[in-house]
């Protein structure tokens, strides 16, 4: 499948051209921003990491999809790692087809996050 920069570059190709959405840097590596906000970028690992609301947090956990990210020592309870394509977690669900939103099970679920964290992140921030 590539790897976590090659997936999330795939992505923010297509999320980046929505309205307020920039590209930008943190941790020195490619991250996604609106209104300047940061709402995902790529970890060390090739993890995505989102900021997503509450419930959608507890989602992720329940599923087992990802985890609770650690920033400067500190649990971040909005920010999670979802396991994807450096791991090879989530094994492909069908062939890649065209469009947003095709691709393997771990894209599919790279794009619905990466699409909640912008929506949150715009609510939270709405100029």
Same mark, same amino acid.
């Given at each position: 499948? %590539? $790897?976590?920069?090659?997936?999330?570059?795939?992505?923010?190709?297509? *999320? @980046? !051209?929505?309205? #307020? *959405?920039?590209?930008? /840097?943190?941790?020195?590596?490619?991250?996604? /921003?609106?209104? #300047?906000?940061?709402? @995902?970028?790529?970890?060390?690992?090739? /993890?995505?990491? *989102?900021?997503?609301?509450?419930? /959608?947090?507890?989602?992720?956990?329940?599923?087992?999809? %990802?985890?609770?990210?650690? +920033?400067? %020592?500190?649990?971040?309870?909005?920010?999670?790692? +979802? &396991? =994807?394509?450096? $791991?090879?977690?989530?094994?492909?669900?069908?062939?890649?087809?065209?469009?947003?939103?095709? %691709? !393997? =099970?771990?894209?599919?679920?790279?794009?619905?996050?990466?699409?909640? @964290? &912008?929506?949150?992140?715009?609510? +939270?921030?709405?100029?």
């Amino acid at each position: 499948m %590539g $790897s976590g920069a090659e997936l999330f570059e795939r992505i923010a190709g297509d *999320v @980046a !051209t929505g309205p #307020g *959405v920039t590209r930008g /840097r943190m941790f020195h590596a490619p991250d996604l /921003r609106v209104h #300047g906000k940061v709402f @995902a970028f790529v970890g060390r690992d090739g /993890r995505l990491i *989102v900021k997503l609301p509450p419930e /959608r947090v507890q989602q992720v956990l329940a599923e087992g999809e %990802g985890d609770l990210v650690e +920033l400067g %020592g500190r649990r971040m309870r909005e920010w999670v790692g +979802l &396991c =994807g394509a450096a $791991s090879g977690d989530g094994a492909p669900d069908g062939a890649a087809a065209e469009g947003p939103g095709a %691709g !393997t =099970g771990v894209e599919r679920r790279w794009r619905a996050a990466v699409d909640d @964290a &912008c929506a949150y992140v715009r609510r +939270l921030h709405e100029p």
